[in-house]
C-alpha cells in the first residue's frame, strides 16, 4: 500500500498525466505510436518511498494511475536513489541493466514507450508547481526533465551497445562495411556473369552459322 | 404506543420511513447546483477522490458497471469510457431530480450509447442476481436509511469475483485535522449552501450527515457482515474521506 495519501499522489498523476496529453495533442505522430501500444501497461514500482505508477497508453493518450490491477508489460522496480541514479548517469542504458533496478518483462516495448515520450516537449514543471508548490514542484520537474532527456541518450547508447553486440560480439549480423564490400563483390560478379552470358550467346550464334555455310 | 422504528436524519432522529423522503426533499433543493457545490466544497478535491476510486475499480472493457446514487454522472461518464461499446453502465439514484440533472449533463457531453438510467432505491435493486463486474456508490450510503440492507442487495447484484466500492465521508486520522475540518463544516459549509444555492438547511444536513455516518473501521465491518471478502480500505485527504472496497467471493 502506498505510504503517501492517495490523494496528493493521484493530484500529481492527474497533473502529469494532462501535461503529457497536451504535448500530444500537438505531436499526431507520437499520438499514433502510442495507439500501437494499446492494452499495454506499464509499471514504475518506487519501493522507497512505496509509490508505483502505472502508465497506461492508449488511442486517447497516456493513462497514468497509482493502481492497476490487470497484467503487466513490463515492471521497473526499485528505490527512489535507484531511479535517480538512472536519470543522473552518463550512460542510462548501462545503468538499467548493470545497475540496482529491477526489470521484468518485454523491455522492448517500454524502450519504445520511453522513445515517444523523450520525443515530446513536455511541460513538467507547470502542473506539478500547481499541484505541490513551488519548491517541492520545481525540484521534480527538473528530476522529470533530466530523467527524459538523459532517456533520449539513453535509447541512443542502448542502440549503439545492441549494434556493437550483433556485429562484433555476437557476430550475429554483418557489419555496414562488410554489407557493402558483398554488395559490392556481388554486383562485380552479376556483371561477369552478365559478361559470360553475351559471350556464349554470341559463341553460339557463331556456331550456328558455320554449321549453316 | 408507537413502536415504529427510528433512524437519523443528520442530528435528528427521525421514523425510519420518513427519512427517505426528507433526504430526497434535500437532493431535489440542491440538485441543480450540486456540481457547483461539490467543487466549491472540496476546492476541487473531490474529482481526485473519484479518480482514485475508478483506479480501484479495475474496470475494463466488456463489464457491467451499476453507479448506485450516481447523481449527477460524474462516475458513470468515467465508468462508460472504460467499459468501451461491449460493455454498460447502469446510473441509478432514488432521487429524480438527481438523475434527471445527471442525465441532461452526459448527454450533453455526449456520453451516450452504453449507460442506462434507473430510478432505483439502493435498499432494493431492481436487477437480477449476479449481474454486475462492479458496484459502486460515491457519497450516497450516509443517505440511505438501511445501510446493511443496501450492502446486502448490491452483494446480491455482483457477480462472483465483482467488486463494491464506497465513496465517502469519514473520520479523519489526525485531532487537528478533524477540528478543523469540523470548524469547516459546521460554519463555512452551510453558509457556502446559503450563497451559493441558496439553502443553509440542506448543507447543514450535510454536515450532520457525515458525524453521523460509520468511521472507516465500522463500515469495513459491515461490508464483512454482509458478505463481502477481502474487504480494504483507503483514507484519502487523511481520512476526511475513505473508500472502501470489497469483493464476492
Redesign the interface.
Known sequence: ?SQL???LV??VL?GLERAVNAALDLDPGAGKALAGLEGKCFALACTAPAVSVYLLPGR?GLSL??????PITTRVRGAASDFAELASADDPAATLINGSLQLEGDSGALIQLQQIIAGLELDWEAPLVEVLGDVAGHQLAVFLRASFSTGREASLSLRRQLEEYLHEEGRLAPSRQEVEDFYRDLQALQQRVERLQSRLGRLRRRTQQGKHS | MSDKRTTHFGYREVESEAKAGLVANVFHSVAARYDLMNDLMSGG?HR??K??TI??S?V?PGHRVLDIAGGTGDLASKFS?LVGETGSVVLADINESMLRVGRDKLIDHGVQGNLEYVQADAQALPFPDDHFDCVSIAFGLRNVTDKDQALREMLRVLRPGGRLLVLEFSKPGNELLGKAYDQYSFRVLPLMGKLVAGDSDSYQYLAESIRMHPDQETLLGMLEDAGFVNCEY?????GVVA?HRGFKA
Open positions: 500500500m495519501d492517495p490523494t493521484t493530484a492527474a486517447d494511475r497509482g493502481w492497476y490491477d490487470g | 478535491v481526485l477522490w479518480r482514485f483506479e480501484l479495475g475494463r469510457r483507503h483514507n484519502l485527504t487523511g473508500l
